[in-house]
């Protein structure tokens, strides 16, 4: 068979006149219509009417002799007193058999038993009952004491002592009226059970009340008992964990360890926000010489050198191609008294959703604002994003903030330039509900590292200011009360398939605690989970608490009754699941009057849902809380008053003075957020 292959051959000019006289015509095979070649077949497949003599290789002499069994047994020429000659003969002349047995056992006279070979007529013979024929035995064996048995050793070893069997002693069960007689054996040492062979029988017997007494078994089967392996025990598929005091445990933590805080940093676009911090933890040693030396080849070979630092934090290619910060970026740095999980939140107008996100977790934030000429007022003037931040921030939880005026390099450290800045900031976000005391001001350069982490070297900076660096005032927030004995509840922010994990969630916990084999139930599915797997802050742990950023592996659930917003909790206190509420809201500075039935999106957590206020119940005094009007026709700009919302579907919520985390939420329309909220009753 002639093989073409179109690689060698120019298939473009081929003539295919030439290509048919071929036996493989062009296009088709001869593997097409067979499934081997028959070549192959000829060699490799075994045809029943080509059989020839079974093999005896058991009865070699040697195992020289065994190289002709691969063309076919042939008998070999041996001396007339060997055995293999007399058993050759007898095979080839059709006059031995193979006993019943199937074993080549010879008894202590010169005879063959009923598990060896054995003349036909002399076997004709013995089961007719025609006496007990002494057959031709050769010089070769060895016979034993009528007493005792043999096995002959196919290894070349001769007769051997067969391995006698002893039948178990008999125990009397009385269990039935007439005694029954079961066979009792010692288990063995590897931990099997041995049984008789009619043990099934006689305890289905027993069960049922028969009195017929029982069968005796037959010689035979009592001289090969069987064995019974014992039951396998299956591993439980809810892994078992040791049950500690978490609230103890956390006790502990807090007295001997250092405080744990999360941190957002937020701010307009383009403020510096992740040059920043990813200076910061250049400067603190979380990013090596070497990375960051990547870092910068890579960034100048795009354009954009100074946006090395920003990689640090910017880790997906379109943020690191478009220059800006799309999602929320988390990492894990420590100072001297606080263990800080960073939150970098995106600045850009198009992913406030996502800056709600990070601002949902967080304790503490850091507002950052650029100190050029022109880029503060962009961004704090109506339309920027370092006041809506700043609301969003407020209204979210967080108390605390630092304002880090970067970019003082620009303006050479001017304390004109910084005084003015904060000047405007101080009256805007004491208007937001910000205490003056809780607000501190560090003048810092992302891009140079100055008065980062370290006292500044800058003559012109040293001359006028005298604070702490931005890492000194990381380090004196005050870490809030965790509500750790509260019911559990758990926020789902990212839901993903490790490799070799199974599906894992990761978030913050709310209130409560959690630990290893803990069961949760995650609601709106209503469906039950098992903690398989627990990690807080990229450390494997037993057990979390409030506060923590956890990443769980859970099982017992598919991944299709998960989603973003859904709440793990406790099964004996879930949360509860809801279409409409009860609330109170802070309306901003909106340009349309919010009426009844005006269409919104609801910021809860990670959770994005349509929502309608279909009832304005009351308007409020803002400073007081005092009731001004009932049943009000709209809602202006800088007010307050008590709604009805509707979701779209049901949501999990929480009343605001049970569970702060879960009572708030945000209301936008058209791009911009027109009002803060917090549930005061669920409907």
Same mark, same amino acid.
């Given at each position: 068979?002639?093989?073409?292959?179109?690689?060698?051959?120019?298939?473009?000019?081929?003539?295919?006149?030439?290509?048919?006289?071929?036996?493989?015509?062009?296009?088709?095979?001869?593997?097409?219509?067979?499934?081997?070649?028959?070549?192959?077949?000829?060699?490799?497949?075994?045809?029943?009417?080509?059989?020839?003599?079974?093999?005896?290789?058991?009865?070699?002499?040697?195992?020289?002799?065994?190289?002709?069994?691969?063309?076919? @047994?042939?008998?070999?020429?041996?001396?007339?007193?060997?055995?293999?000659?007399?058993?050759?003969?007898?095979?080839?002349?059709?006059? @031995?058999?193979?006993?019943?047995?199937?074993?080549?056992?010879?008894?202590?006279?010169?005879?063959?038993?009923?598990?060896?070979?054995?003349?036909?007529?002399?076997?004709?013979?013995?089961?007719?009952?025609?006496?007990?024929?002494?057959?031709?035995?050769?010089?070769?064996?060895?016979?034993?004491?009528?007493?005792?048995?043999?096995?002959?050793?196919?290894?070349?070893?001769?007769?051997?002592?067969?391995?006698?069997?002893?039948?178990?002693?008999?125990?009397?069960?009385?269990?039935?009226?007439?005694?029954?007689?079961?066979?009792?054996?010692?288990?063995?040492?590897?931990?099997?059970?041995?049984?008789?062979?009619?043990?099934?029988?006689?305890?289905?017997?027993?069960?049922?009340?028969?009195?017929?007494?029982?069968?005796?078994?037959?010689?035979?089967?009592?001289?090969?008992?069987?064995?019974?392996?014992?039951?396998?025990?299956?591993?439980?598929?809810?892994?078992?964990?040791?049950?500690?005091?978490?609230?103890?445990?956390?006790?502990?933590?807090?007295?001997?360890?250092?405080?744990?805080?999360?941190?957002?940093?937020?701010?307009?676009?383009?403020?510096?926000?992740?040059?920043?911090?990813?200076?910061?933890?250049?400067?603190?040693?979380?990013?090596?010489?070497?990375?960051?030396?990547?870092?910068?080849?890579?960034?100048?070979?795009?354009?954009?050198?100074?946006?090395?630092?920003?990689?640090?934090?910017?880790?997906?290619?379109?943020?690191?191609?478009?220059?800006?910060?799309?999602?929320?970026?988390?990492?894990?740095?420590?100072?001297?008294?606080?263990?800080?999980?960073?939150?970098?939140?995106?600045?850009?107008?198009?992913?406030?959703?996502?800056?709600?996100?990070?601002?949902?977790?967080?304790?503490?934030?850091?507002?950052?604002?650029?100190?050029?000429?022109?880029?503060?007022?962009?961004?704090?003037?109506?339309?920027?994003?370092?006041?809506?931040?700043?609301?969003?921030?407020?209204?979210?939880?967080?108390?605390?903030?630092?304002?880090?005026?970067?970019?003082?390099?620009?303006?050479? @450290?001017?304390?004109?330039?910084?005084?003015?800045?904060?000047?405007?900031?101080?009256?805007?976000?004491?208007?937001?509900?910000?205490?003056?005391?809780?607000?501190?001001?560090?003048?810092?350069?992302?891009?140079?590292?100055?008065?980062?982490?370290?006292?500044?070297?800058?003559?012109?900076?040293?001359?006028?200011?005298?604070?702490?660096?931005?890492?000194?005032?990381?380090?004196?927030?005050?870490?809030?009360?965790?509500?750790?004995?509260?019911?559990?509840?758990?926020?789902?922010?990212?839901?993903?398939?490790?490799?070799?994990?199974?599906?894992?969630?990761?978030?913050?916990?709310?209130?409560?605690?959690?630990?290893?084999?803990?069961?949760?139930?995650?609601?709106?599915?209503?469906?039950?989970?098992?903690?398989?797997?627990?990690?807080?802050?990229?450390?494997?742990?037993?057990?979390?608490?409030?506060?923590?950023?956890?990443?769980?592996?859970?099982?017992?659930?598919?991944?299709?009754?998960?989603?973003?917003?859904?709440?793990?909790?406790?099964?004996?206190?879930?949360?509860?699941?809801?279409?409409?509420?009860?609330?109170?809201?802070?309306?901003?500075?909106?340009?349309?009057?919010?009426?009844?039935?005006?269409?919104?999106?609801?910021?809860?957590?990670?959770?994005?849902?349509?929502?309608?206020?279909?009832?304005?119940?009351?308007?409020?005094?803002?400073?007081?809380?005092?009731?001004?009007?009932?049943?009000?026709?709209?809602?202006?700009?800088?007010?307050?008053?008590?709604?009805?919302?509707?979701?779209?579907?049901?949501?999990?919520?929480?009343?605001?003075?049970?569970?702060?985390?879960?009572?708030?939420?945000?209301?936008?329309?058209?791009?911009?957020?027109?009002?803060?909220?917090?549930?005061?009753?669920?409907?």
């Amino acid at each position: 068979l002639q093989l073409k292959m179109s690689r060698h051959r120019n298939v473009r000019k081929l003539d295919y006149k030439e290509e048919y006289g071929y036996e493989d015509v062009y296009g088709r095979s001869l593997e097409d219509e067979v499934a081997i070649s028959p070549s192959t077949a000829a060699e490799f497949i075994f045809h029943r009417e080509q059989r020839e003599t079974p093999s005896l290789k058991s009865y070699f002499d040697s195992r020289d002799q065994q190289g002709s069994l691969d063309a076919g @047994w042939k008998p070999q020429a041996h001396s007339a007193t060997s055995p293999l000659a007399t058993v050759s003969a007898g095979v080839a002349s059709g006059s @031995w058999q193979r006993g019943e047995g199937g074993k080549d056992v010879v008894d202590g006279s010169n005879r063959a038993p009923s598990g060896g070979w054995q003349r036909r007529e002399e076997r004709e013979t013995t089961d007719s009952g025609g006496g007990e024929p002494v057959p031709r035995v050769p010089p070769g064996f060895k016979p034993l004491p009528k007493d005792e048995g043999g096995v002959y050793d196919k290894g070349g070893g001769g007769v051997r002592p067969k391995t006698e069997v002893t039948r178990p002693p008999e125990e009397v069960v009385s269990l039935s009226p007439t005694p029954v007689r079961v066979s009792t054996v010692t288990a063995p040492k590897r931990g099997f059970v041995t049984l008789g062979d009619n043990f099934l029988e006689e305890e289905r017997r027993i069960r049922s009340g028969s009195s017929s007494p029982a069968r005796t078994p037959s010689p035979c089967a009592d001289r090969t008992p069987r064995t019974h392996p014992p039951p396998v025990q299956r591993s439980i598929s809810r892994s078992k964990h040791q049950q500690i005091d978490v609230v103890e445990e956390y006790k502990k933590r807090e007295e001997t360890g250092k405080g744990q805080i999360n941190l957002v940093v937020i701010g307009h676009v383009d403020a510096g926000k992740s040059t920043l911090m990813g200076h910061l933890l250049f400067l603190l040693g979380h990013v090596s010489k070497k990375a960051m030396h990547k870092y910068e080849q890579e960034s100048q070979k795009v354009g954009k050198g100074s946006f090395a630092y920003a990689w640090v934090l910017d880790e997906t290619g379109e943020e690191r191609n478009r220059g800006i910060t799309m999602d929320v970026a988390q990492q894990q740095f420590e100072t001297q008294n606080k263990l800080v999980t960073l939150l970098d939140a995106p600045g850009h107008k198009d992913f406030i959703p996502n800056m709600i996100t990070g601002a949902a977790q967080a304790d503490v934030g850091i507002l950052v604002v650029g100190s050029a000429v022109g880029e503060f007022e962009s961004g704090f003037e109506s339309g920027g994003q370092t006041r809506e931040h700043a609301l969003l921030a407020r209204s979210l939880g967080v108390r605390q903030l630092a304002v880090a005026v970067n970019k003082m390099d620009t303006v050479d @450290w001017s304390e004109l330039r910084f005084s003015e800045i904060v000047q405007k900031l101080k009256a805007f976000l004491k208007q937001a509900g910000f205490k003056d005391s809780d607000v501190s001001y560090v003048p810092c350069s992302g891009l140079t590292g100055e008065n980062v982490t370290k006292t500044p070297t800058v003559p012109e900076l040293i001359s006028w200011y005298h604070g702490p660096t931005l890492l000194e005032r990381i380090d004196h927030f005050t870490p809030p009360l965790r509500p750790v004995e509260k019911p559990f509840r758990c926020c789902i922010a990212d839901i993903f398939k490790a490799q070799g994990a199974g599906l894992s969630i990761a978030g913050r916990i709310e209130s409560g605690h959690m630990q290893l084999g803990d069961s949760v139930l995650v609601q709106p599915a209503n469906e039950v989970a098992t903690i398989r797997a627990l990690s807080v802050s990229d450390d494997s742990a037993t057990w979390a608490v409030a506060g923590d950023q956890i990443v769980a592996t859970i099982a017992g659930i598919d991944i299709t009754k998960l989603s973003l917003g859904s709440v793990l909790c406790s099964p004996e206190h879930p949360v509860r699941v809801t279409s409409r509420v009860q609330a109170r809201i802070i309306v901003f500075n909106i340009e349309v009057p919010i009426t009844t039935g005006f269409s919104v999106i609801l910021h809860y957590q990670s959770l994005n849902e349509p929502a309608v206020i279909r009832q304005l119940i009351s308007l409020l005094n803002k400073n007081t809380g005092e009731l001004i009007k009932k049943k009000p026709r709209c809602l202006s700009r800088n007010s307050s008053a008590v709604i009805e919302l509707e979701v779209s579907r049901p949501v999990c919520l929480e009343l605001y003075q049970d569970c702060k985390e879960l009572g708030r939420f945000m209301l936008r329309s058209r791009g911009n957020t027109i009002a803060a909220g917090m549930v005061t009753k669920i409907l």
